[in-house]
């Protein structure tokens, strides 16, 4: 028993020296892989996550490279700046391909392709108009160059101190970047300033990506070898056999990314307030509450991802407020206008803050069908309302106003008995103007506590 652990021990270590060695040896005959992150859409704080998610699997799994395939019209300059801040500092390569043809890097997307140690662009796509925008209302960036004395003073007066902060900030942010890169910094200050955009070719001939390539493979074709410096220092490139590792977003950041949409955003407005509605007025169906608290939950987070102007939400409020007062209230249609104009303005303003960049709701798309179908949701109320207000009475006493009965006892106006009427398999009192013989049908005219009043009717048929 005494000589059987140090057996065990020396079975174990042989044991283990042979899983190192087979280790070592996969290891050193694996391929390359290179972790493949799609972005189609705006750059969003879920977005951003995905992208350093997958900066950071690459990083612990020794990948070769990073590979994000770009198209998108811009974002929020914040979630920019984190994927930005996670790139610059990577201990992996990073490799931007603007993909596929007719997609663009366009504002937060130009910022991100500048980050990369290995820009690209596929022949067909843009990129530039980096301008940061006001979302409604804000200025137009100038068509040409400013004067060399700078801008005019009317310029200046025409902008507000926020815009100018922004700009001048995010001209120098890009400058920044473009010197770390090598790119250039010239162009990429004009970019932000003055919107200037460019196709691949003009960008290559102007240094501001690295290569055109006009598929993966010649992608890694173009950049194995190359010298590429990341955080921890210098490496190279060895892209020779490579396989590519398709990262996926999770199902939190797919919700995360849909709901920020500003425009998705606000439809889920439309559906809870359009679900609580009804679930109100027809209180006990389930369904429409249901669907109501959930574009609520959905409305909640994209709400703590988008930054919002709390003046665009309170327009909205009162916008939804009046349309519902309108229905309660005799204003000829001045109550509705008015929420319609609120609900406009205010869903223009919603999300007009200076932190954020190309991400709006589309007034043609969005907003104004938005506003076409309350308009007719609310006039199939207002009608269905004014039927029942001239509808013939269904209910109570006064509905029988206007059946026709039969006479059972002679009615005599000049006497003081009265006569007898059989209507709807009930017998009531009866009076009347004029002398109505028993059998004859009548008609009732009025009704006076438990006595009917009538006249002579021609029954039907």
Same mark, same amino acid.
């Given at each position: 028993?005494?000589?059987?652990?140090?057996?065990?021990?020396?079975?174990?270590?042989?044991?283990?020296?042979? !899983?190192?060695?087979?280790?070592?040896?996969?290891? !050193?005959?694996?391929?390359?892989?290179?972790?493949?992150?799609?972005?189609?859409?705006?750059?969003?704080?879920? =977005?951003?996550?995905? @992208?350093?998610s997958t900066i950071e699997r690459a990083e612990t799994a020794g990948a070769e490279a990073v590979l994000i395939e770009l198209d998108t019209p811009g974002g929020l300059v914040s979630a920019t700046q984190d994927v930005i801040q996670a790139m610059l500092n990577a201990s992996v390569p990073t490799i931007v391909f603007v993909t596929p043809r007719g997609a663009g890097a366009i504002s937060a997307g130009t910022f991100i392709t500048l980050a990369a140690n290995v820009a690209v662009m596929q022949p067909g796509t843009t +990129?530039?108009?980096?301008?940061?925008?006001?979302?409604?209302?804000?200025?137009?960036?100038?068509?040409?160059?400013?004067?060399?004395?700078?801008?005019?003073?009317?310029?200046? =007066?025409?902008?507000?101190?926020?815009?100018?902060?922004?700009?001048?900030? @995010?001209?120098?942010? /890009?400058?920044?970047?473009?010197?770390?890169?090598?790119?250039?910094?010239?162009?990429?200050?004009?970019?932000?300033?003055?919107?200037?955009?460019?196709?691949?070719?003009?960008?290559?001939?102007?240094?501001?990506?690295?290569l055109i390539a006009k598929d993966r493979s010649a992608l890694v074709d173009a950049v194995s070898g190359r010298s590429i410096e990341v955080a921890s220092g210098e490496r190279i490139l060895d892209l020779a056999g490579v396989r590519f590792v398709e990262v996926e977003m999770?199902?939190?950041?797919?919700?995360?990314?849909?709901?920020?949409?500003?425009?998705?955003?606000? +439809?889920?407005? !439309? +559906?809870?307030?359009?679900?609580?509605?009804?679930?109100?007025?027809?209180?006990?169906?389930?369904?429409?509450?249901?669907?109501?608290? /959930?574009?609520?939950? @959905?409305?909640?987070?994209?709400?703590?991802?988008?930054p919002i102007s709390w003046v665009g939400v309170l327009l909205v409020l009162v916008g939804v407020g009046l349309l519902i007062a309108e229905l309660f209230v005799t204003s000829f249609g001045l109550l509705f206008a008015a929420g319609m104009l609120c609900f406009l303005v205010g869903g223009n303003m919603v999300f007009d803050r200076p932190e954020v960049s190309d991400l709006n709701v589309d007034f043609f798309s969005v907003l104004l069908p938005m506003a076409i179908a309350m308009s007719v949701f609310g006039?199939?109320?207002?009608?269905?309302?004014?039927?029942?207000?001239? !509808?013939?009475?269904?209910?109570? /006493?006064?509905?029988?106003?206007?059946?026709?009965?039969?006479?059972? *006892?002679?009615?005599d106006p000049t006497g003081t008995k009265r006569g007898k009427v059989f209507v709807?398999?009930?017998?009531?009192?009866?009076?009347?103007?004029?002398?109505?013989?028993?059998?004859?049908?009548?008609?009732?005219?009025?009704?006076?506590?438990?006595?009917?009043?009538?006249?002579? *009717?021609?029954r039907a048929g």
């Open positions: 028993m005494s000589g059987g652990r140090p057996g065990r021990a020396f079975v174990r270590s042989v044991l283990g020296a042979i !899983a190192a060695t087979l280790l070592l040896a996969f290891a !050193a005959g694996a391929e390359p892989a290179v972790y493949v992150a799609r972005i189609d859409g705006s750059i969003n704080p879920a =977005s951003a996550d995905y @992208l350093m +990129i530039g108009a980096a301008h940061p925008v006001s979302l409604f209302g804000g200025e137009s960036p100038p068509a040409q160059e400013p004067p060399a004395g700078g801008e005019s003073e009317a310029t200046r =007066s025409g902008r507000s101190v926020v815009d100018q902060k922004t700009e001048n900030y @995010l001209a120098a942010y /890009v400058e920044s970047i473009a010197k770390q890169r090598k790119r250039n910094v010239e162009w990429a200050e004009q970019a932000v300033r003055h919107s200037v955009a460019v196709s691949a070719e003009e960008a290559l001939e102007l240094g501001v990506i690295d999770s199902l939190v950041q797919k919700v995360m990314n849909f709901v920020s949409d500003p425009n998705v955003a606000t +439809i889920l407005f !439309a +559906i809870m307030a359009l679900g609580f509605y009804m679930e109100f007025q027809t209180p006990g169906l389930g369904v429409p509450g249901a669907i109501g608290l /959930v574009a609520m939950i @959905l409305l909640g987070f994209a709400l703590q991802i988008l006039g199939v109320i207002a009608y269905s309302l004014g039927r029942t207000l001239f !509808a013939r009475q269904t209910a109570g /006493v006064d509905e029988m106003i206007g059946l026709v009965g039969r006479c059972e *006892a002679a009615i709807r398999g009930e017998y009531w009192n009866g009076v009347a103007d004029e002398a109505i013989a028993a059998g004859e049908p009548v008609e009732i005219v009025e009704i006076q506590g438990l006595t009917l009043r009538v006249r002579k *009717a021609h």
